[in-house]
């Protein structure tokens, strides 16, 4: 049954398979991590009734949200450290590359390079590369984002402790409606 899913998915988005192969060989914690999204991300859009087509669209941008990370450099990608103020400008950068790779490279719809492009933005319009609000920010960029700060405090890097899932969980509720769609929270 996966095998089945997987050549499906393969013969459906051909580019977005090879994407994440790229990705794996430039940053294997970014590839691991992006597949924990797509997870992630899916299992919310079934719980929040979103359809088949929306759910695969929904997934291959949660697979590629940080696609952009292959243009980061690798000792600003992986510093063990705190990101100096020119560092995280750098990693700033990753959304937008993330759209360019994705609208310019790779022949796949436009919701897949927004969320690439808008899943660091936030409700309160504190998020980048743009600085949107609320309404500006698409459903499945506002799903990513709460699911990519989920898998990314609750796994290792160099740079920060592994939460508990309690931990992380009060962390979201916390950030409802500052940060995060509260609706999307309590669906998560």
């Given at each position: ?100 790779l994705l609208e310019h490279h ?13 899943h660091h933005e ?67």
């Amino acid at each position: 049954r996966v095998m089945h899913d997987t050549v499906d998915g393969v013969l459906r988005n051909p580019d977005a398979h090879v994407c994440l192969t790229q990705l794996k060989q430039r940053d294997a914690y970014t590839a691991q991590h992006s597949i924990n999204v797509c997870i992630l991300a899916l299992a919310l859009a079934r719980h929040v009734g979103l359809s088949r087509t929306d759910m695969e669209t929904l997934g291959v941008a949660a697979l590629l949200h940080d696609i952009g990370k292959i243009k980061t450099p690798l000792d600003v990608l992986n510093k063990p450290d705190k990101l100096t103020a020119e560092e995280f400008t750098i990693m700033q950068q990753h959304p937008v590359t993330g759209r360019q790779l994705l609208e310019h490279h790779y022949a796949l719809p436009y919701q897949i390079a927004d969320v690439a492009f808008s899943h660091h933005e936030r409700i309160s319009g504190k998020g980048y590369p743009r600085g949107l609000k609320s309404t500006e920010i698409s459903l499945f960029s506002k799903m990513v984002a709460i699911v990519d700060v989920y898998d990314a405090l609750t796994n290792q890097r160099p740079y920060n402790k592994v939460l508990s899932i309690e931990q992380v969980l009060r962390i979201l509720q916390e950030s409802k409606g500052k940060q995060f769609d509260p609706q999307i929270v309590d669906a998560f």
